[in-house]
């Protein structure tokens, strides 16, 4: 088993930044590829980002690309969401999601934390 945990959300204004994390334990971190995603009230639950478990490879949603950076750091066993210049239209619940091994892409994840919510306000 792998537990998430997810920290980082909080009120903003648009064109803030704000970074996200999410540590995970439960499994040797270098093997997870992890994927973050958000959940928009009365939406289903979308792609963010993702990096592969040895942080080579990296891809985005289109919608966050050049202003949303993933990253991680195997010895804090974390997982970073940079999010810049954001938009009320960033407003969600964003998760944290893992992996062993898979390629950094938007499905096949079996972990989940619990969330955090950011709001931007306009």
């Known amino acids: 088993q792998v537990q998430l945990v997810e920290s980082g959300g909080r009120l903003v204004q648009a064109g803030d930044s704000l970074r996200l994390s999410c540590a995970a334990s439960g499994r040797p971190f270098s093997t997870l590829t992890m994927g973050w995603f958000r959940q928009a009230p009365g939406k289903e639950r979308e792609f963010v980002a993702a990096?592969?478990?040895?942080?080579?490879?990296?891809y985005y949603a289109d919608s966050v690309k050049g202003r949303f950076t993933v990253s991680r750091d195997n010895g804090k066993n974390t997982v970073y969401l940079q999010m810049n210049s954001l938009k009320p239209d960033d407003t969600a619940v964003y998760y944290c999601a893992a992996k062993r091994y898979g390629s950094p892409t938007r499905t096949g994840y079996d972990y989940w934390g619990q969330g955090t919510q950011v709001t931007v306000s306009s």
């Open positions: 990096i592969g478990y040895v942080g080579a490879g990296i």
